[in-house]
């Protein structure tokens, strides 16, 4: 038959008339940001693709068919190509969870793992029709499919980073996801590692995406044999492994794979990243010869995976270059799904303003048309925009870490100054409910909402802090460092259905 696939056209939906949130419920201090919050919910529940029977392998209007049954699965890619790519699952992942995705995130993370083989010498597919089934306008065999060096490993890092938001013990179970995450750190790295041995996965440097290249850009100006994207999601791969393997208790695997992890920073810091110029590299071409300057996701993936010193100040420099560059028309990327990574990456390293502008930029740039219009029409039709503004929200803003599998969670405050209150209510961990409101950057609430275990709080505030009040009873601060800021927390143990607000005592 003839399919006709619809593109996904609508806009923002103005406060008054939006519907009943799908799921969590957000209020603050700032109105626009309510509507894009609850506009993004329904957007992206509206890309769940679960149990339906519809086309694959299609790519153009009017094209014909085959129909199949879908597999727990949403939409992460061009609204008019029926699949999921990786690249946009991984940055989907978090905000699927906060929708309650459950389902569909093991579903299709399971699908990426076990496309990987010998024979694509491990690779994962780039794309996967939402019956589970390469996507042939990206796959055309095992030797010639579109495949990129940074996906590989943020499957790795989702495995992990999954768990520790749903404590759901299949990922780590389960036996294609630790076969992939194993291949991935080892035989992969191995094969991949030609041109110029050192221990980091390479792209073939040609920039044919059909034949493997190192980064995320593919609109490239060098001929990347190594990418900063690809190493730095690597990095995060390591540390992911390292968690699951402790997860799994084998101990000895989890030191290693820590160490692999200092290791490769280290290497970055002293000899990779450096050489040869006062910013970070973000790639090497054959020779092999350091490549410097804007390189766009290799540029800020140095950053937004965390591997860049937030203690050195060649790192905050870089920081003001990424914010030069994105300001500056010739350089700032052409698709919002690429500005999505933004926010994250100033928050981060405690740059709150810089995230929030970023945040509001992508908000105010929802209605307009796309780059990639035919494909897509307006912005906020592609998924990864309203998937990544809800995960933005939650981890990013309010600064939640969560532990589910160890019952705990941390918050850290990242709002802006203009921005004076949010609160979050039902949100997911493991099997429980929880509301996190923040009053600045100085006074949290937590309200246990659902849950049948206690969890342990730590209720983190920036700043060096000597006491708190824990429901008006004073208690002293701990301190650590996150990302170059110093820190000052407690922790609290908190039962179902409870309430507790934390507030810094000023200095004096």
């Given at each position: 038959?003839?399919?006709?696939?619809?593109?996904?056209?609508?806009?923002?939906?103005?406060?008054?008339?939006?519907?009943?949130?799908?799921?969590?419920?957000?209020?603050?201090?700032?109105?626009a940001?309510?509507?894009?919050?609850?506009?993004?919910?329904?957007?992206?529940?509206?890309?769940?693709?679960?149990?339906?029977?519809?086309?694959?392998?299609?790519?153009?209007?009017?094209?014909?068919?085959?129909?199949?049954?879908?597999?727990?699965?949403?939409?992460?890619?061009?609204?008019?190509?029926t699949?999921?790519?990786?690249?946009?699952?991984?940055?989907?992942?978090?905000?699927?969870?906060?929708?309650?995705?459950?389902?569909?995130?093991?579903?299709?993370?399971r699908?990426?793992?076990?496309?990987?083989?010998?024979?694509?010498?491990?690779?994962?597919?780039w794309?996967?029709?939402?019956?589970g089934s390469?996507?042939?306008?990206?796959?055309?065999?095992?030797?010639?499919?579109?495949?990129?060096?940074?996906?590989?490993?943020?499957?790795?890092?989702?495995?992990?980073?999954?768990?520790?938001?749903?404590?759901?013990?299949?990922?780590?179970?389960?036996?294609s996801?630790?076969?992939?995450?194993?291949?991935?750190?080892?035989?992969?790295?191995?094969?991949?590692?030609?041109?110029?041995?050192n221990?980091?996965?390479?792209?073939?440097?040609t920039?044919?995406?059909?034949?493997?290249?190192?980064?995320?850009?593919?609109?490239?100006?060098?001929?990347?044999?190594?990418?900063?994207?690809?190493?730095?999601?690597?990095?995060?791969?390591?540390?992911?492994?390292?968690?699951?393997?402790?997860?799994?208790?084998?101990r000895?695997?989890?030191?290693?794979?820590?160490?692999?992890?200092?290791?490769?920073?280290?290497?970055?810091?002293?000899?990779?990243?450096?050489?040869?110029?006062?910013?970070?590299?973000?790639?090497?071409?054959?020779?092999?010869?350091?490549?410097s300057?804007?390189?766009?996701?290799?540029?800020?993936?140095?950053?937004?995976?965390?591997?860049?010193?937030?203690?050195?100040?060649?790192?905050?420099?870089?920081?003001?270059?990424?914010?030069?560059?994105?300001?500056?028309?010739?350089?700032?990327?052409?698709?919002?799904?690429?500005l999505?990574?933004?926010?994250?990456?100033?928050?981060?390293?405690?740059?709150?303003?810089?995230?929030?502008?970023w945040?509001?930029?992508?908000?105010?740039?929802?209605?307009?048309?796309?780059?990639?219009s035919?494909?897509?029409?307006?912005?906020?039709?592609?998924?990864?925009?309203?998937?990544?503004?809800?995960?933005?929200?939650?981890?990013?803003?309010?600064?939640?870490?969560?532990e589910?599998?160890?019952?705990?969670?941390?918050?850290?405050?990242?709002?802006?100054?203009?921005?004076?209150?949010?609160?979050?209510?039902?949100?997911?961990?493991?099997?429980?409910?929880?509301?996190?409101?923040?009053?600045?950057?100085?006074?949290?609430?937590?309200?246990?909402?659902?849950?049948?275990?206690?969890?342990?709080w730590?209720?983190?505030?920036?700043?060096?802090?000597?006491?708190?009040?824990?429901?008006?009873?004073?208690?002293?601060c701990?301190?650590?460092?996150?990302?170059?800021?110093?820190?000052?927390?407690?922790?609290?143990?908190?039962?179902?259905?409870?309430?507790?607000?934390?507030?810094?005592?000023?200095?004096?």
């Open positions: 038959m003839t399919w006709i696939v619809p593109l996904l056209l609508s806009a923002p939906l103005p406060p008054d008339t939006l519907p009943a949130p799908p799921r969590m419920e957000i209020q603050c201090s700032d109105p940001l309510e509507s894009a919050f609850y506009w993004a919910q329904s957007k992206a529940l509206s890309f769940v693709q679960t149990g339906k029977q519809g086309p694959i392998n299609v790519w153009k209007q009017g094209q014909e068919a085959v129909i199949k049954t879908y597999i727990p699965s949403y939409w992460a890619g061009y609204p008019l190509r699949a999921f790519y990786s690249r946009d699952f991984c940055h989907q992942a978090v905000g699927a969870h906060l929708l309650v995705l459950k389902e569909e995130n093991f579903s299709m993370l699908a990426f793992a076990q496309s990987a083989n010998p024979s694509t010498k491990w690779y994962p597919l794309a996967i029709n939402f019956d390469p996507y042939t306008l990206d796959y055309h065999h095992d030797g010639d499919f579109v495949r990129e060096v940074p996906a590989v490993f943020e499957l790795v890092e989702k495995i992990a980073q999954l768990y520790r938001w749903t404590g759901d013990p299949r990922y780590l179970a389960d036996s996801l630790w076969r992939f995450a194993t291949k991935a750190l080892t035989d992969f790295i191995d094969l991949h590692d030609q041109q110029f041995p221990g980091v996965a390479e792209g073939t440097g920039g044919d995406i059909f034949a493997g290249v190192a980064t995320y850009n593919e609109q490239p100006d060098a001929p990347l044999i190594e990418a900063g994207d690809g190493l730095a999601c690597q990095y995060q791969a390591f540390l992911a492994f390292s968690d699951l393997a402790a997860w799994r208790k084998e000895s695997l989890a030191r290693q794979f820590a160490q692999k992890a200092e290791m490769l920073k280290a290497y970055f810091h002293s000899d990779w990243g450096i050489r040869n110029t006062d910013w970070y590299n973000r790639g090497y071409i054959a020779g092999p010869k350091p490549i300057g804007w390189g766009k996701e290799n540029s800020w993936f140095l950053l937004t995976k965390g591997l860049a010193d937030p203690t050195s100040l060649r790192t905050h420099r870089y920081l003001e270059f990424i914010s030069e560059r994105l300001d500056s028309r010739e350089d700032i990327p052409d698709n919002i799904e690429a999505t990574y933004i926010p994250e990456t100033f928050f981060r390293y405690h740059r709150n303003e810089l995230g929030w502008k945040m509001k930029h992508i908000i105010h740039q929802i209605d307009q048309t796309h780059a990639q035919s494909l897509t029409g307006a912005n906020g039709n592609y998924p990864e925009v309203s998937f990544a503004l809800i995960s933005n929200v939650v981890e990013h803003l309010i600064g939640l870490t969560p589910a599998g160890k019952r705990r969670l941390r918050t850290l405050s990242h709002l802006p100054d203009d921005l004076e209150s949010l609160e979050v209510r039902h949100i997911p961990i493991g099997n429980g409910l929880f509301s996190v409101a923040h009053s600045g950057r100085t006074s949290s609430k937590l309200t246990y909402q659902k849950g049948s275990a206690p969890f342990l730590q209720a983190a505030f920036p700043g060096n802090y000597k006491q708190v009040t824990i429901n008006g009873k004073k208690k002293r701990r301190y650590t460092q996150d990302f170059g800021q110093v820190i000052s927390y407690t922790p609290i143990r908190i039962k179902p259905k409870k309430t507790v607000i934390v507030e810094v005592l000023p200095l004096r």
